[in-house]
């Protein structure tokens, strides 16, 4: 399966009216691309996050490889809208589409492709990264009952009130 997401839909879910400089923007992606890449290693799906550069892009499109997650950032004069229809029309098959832009929506379901809404798609990749974390949680405490075997194994006091804050955090 390949996903193709609407980048600027998806990160402001739940958002509304904010604006963010562009240092705050980019910490914002880099925190969406962390979460999709999270995700893509779990699910194994090929992800491509289109992000508009129509009012202050390049004059061509432009295209990286973050985390494992392709990113296409559309032309000058071009709206991510447009690039996602034009992807959507020439993959079509093992697509899906994700955004709550109506217009987008419409032409995806025409062209038979499957379309998740930004907010549904959201609530998934927050939960499989919850599910990460708690696993990573009982992977360590699995780890710390191992290295515990007796009391010349036993933590130092200081460290054992250090790893309970640690978990607490």
Do not use: C
């Not at 609407?6 to 923007?25: A, E, K, P």
């Not at 691309?33 to 390049?58: H, M, R």
């Amino acid at each position: 399966m390949h996903l193709i997401i609407d980048g600027y839909n998806l990160l402001h879910v739940g958002r509304s009216m904010v604006t963010f400089n562009s240092i705050q923007l980019q910490w914002e992606r880099d925190r969406l691309i962390g979460q999709l890449s999270a995700y893509k290693k779990i699910k194994g799906w090929e992800i491509t996050v289109v992000f508009d550069g129509w009012q202050g892009g390049w004059s061509t499109e432009k295209r990286e490889r973050v985390k494992g997650i392709e990113l296409i950032y559309s032309k000058l004069g071009e709206k991510a809208d447009e690039v996602i229809k034009r992807m959507a029309q020439e993959i079509r098959s093992g697509v899906t589409v994700i955004t709550s832009d109506r217009d987008v929506s419409r032409y995806a379901e025409r062209m038979a492709v499957p379309v998740i809404p930004s907010d549904q798609f959201k609530e998934k990749i927050e939960r499989v990264a919850f599910k990460v974390e708690k696993e990573i949680a009982r992977d360590e405490e699995k780890e710390e009952r191992i290295k515990k075997k007796g009391p010349s194994r036993r933590l130092s006091k200081r460290e054992r009130r250090r790893r309970e804050v640690l978990k607490k955090l």
